[in-house]
């Protein structure tokens, strides 16, 4: 939808580049810690003192967080980060539902990585191996 040169994607992108980073990290990764209490997500221990930055980039929002602990923790000073992934928020989800696979996304250039290759792999490996909860399978599902 377009009126006067906005599109209703590009104006929620300009939003959420506007939105303070904390607040955005805050909330991300209190949905990450949440799956881990839960048991639906698990940081293998590789993962523990790295940073992490994932960008949403058609909703125009990055989180910055790292693992502490095997816990997620946010990161607020906006410091780069050692990986940092981005992708639109329905390749995100398609990965999330293992609908398709980081390798794919990546050379369809849907996925951006960046930083230390060796954390991505890891991170590839262990998203591609981590077991999804029934409701998000059956979410996926439904799409279809």
Do not use: Y
Request: charge should be positive; proline fraction near 6%.
């Amino acid at each position: 939808m377009s009126r006067a040169g906005f599109t209703v994607p590009g104006l929620v992108a300009r939003v959420g580049r506007r939105l303070p980073a904390p607040l955005v990290s805050l909330h991300f990764v209190a949905g990450l810690e949440l799956a881990r209490r839960l048991d639906w997500l698990s940081p293998p221990a590789e993962l523990d003192g790295r940073s992490f930055a994932i960008t949403v980039e058609d909703l125009g929002v990055r989180s910055s967080f790292m693992v502490r602990g095997g816990a997620f923790r946010p990161l607020w000073n906006g410091q780069a980060c050692e990986l940092e992934l981005g992708a639109k928020v329905a390749d995100l989800l398609a990965l999330m539902r293992a609908e398709t696979d980081a390798d794919t996304l990546f050379f369809q250039r849907r996925l951006r990585i960046s930083g230390d290759t060796e954390l991505g792999l890891i991170v590839k490996n262990w998203l591609d191996a981590a077991p999804r909860p029934a409701w998000l399978e059956r979410l996926g599902a439904r799409g279809h």
